[in-house]
């Protein structure tokens, strides 16, 4: 069982920038994808980055509404994925999840909730004035 810690919500001006981390109980080996999804009241939890590494390097995936705007990056030292939101705006308001999949995800299904084992207990963005 993988646990994962988040950090790094709370109250943004728009405009502003974010960094959120997840960190994961174990270090983990071979093939790993992990992804931030994000969910706001009365809508369904919606993609918003991951990242897929097998050894050294990843690659990153970003949903259509974040792109250009968020990167996804590890940093393997303190095995830890970092979300970096710039220009944040009142729509980007939720609750952040992280999550993991042991294993690969295809690109395909990478933006799917189901395609991930493992969820934290998420962190509230609020974008306000």
């Known amino acids: 069982q993988v646990q994962l810690a988040e950090a790094g919500g709370g109250l943004v001006q728009p405009g502003g920038s974010l960094s959120l981390s997840c960190a994961p109980s174990e270090r983990t080996s071979g093939t790993v994808t992990m992804g931030w999804f994000r969910q706001s009241p009365g809508k369904e939890r919606e993609f918003v980055a991951a990242i897929r590494w097998s050894g050294g390097g990843g690659n990153q995936f970003y949903g259509d509404s974040v792109k250009g705007r968020v990167t996804i990056s590890r940093d393997y030292a303190k095995n830890t994925v970092w979300l970096q939101m710039n220009s944040l705006n009142a729509e980007d308001s939720a609750v952040y999840y992280c999550?993991?999949?042991?294993?690969?995800?295809?690109?395909?299904?990478?933006?799917?909730?189901?395609?991930?084992?493992?969820w934290g207990q998420g962190t509230q963005v609020t974008v306000s004035s």
């Open positions: 999550a993991v999949r042991l294993g690969g995800v295809i690109q395909s299904q990478i933006w799917r909730s189901e395609s991930y084992d493992y």
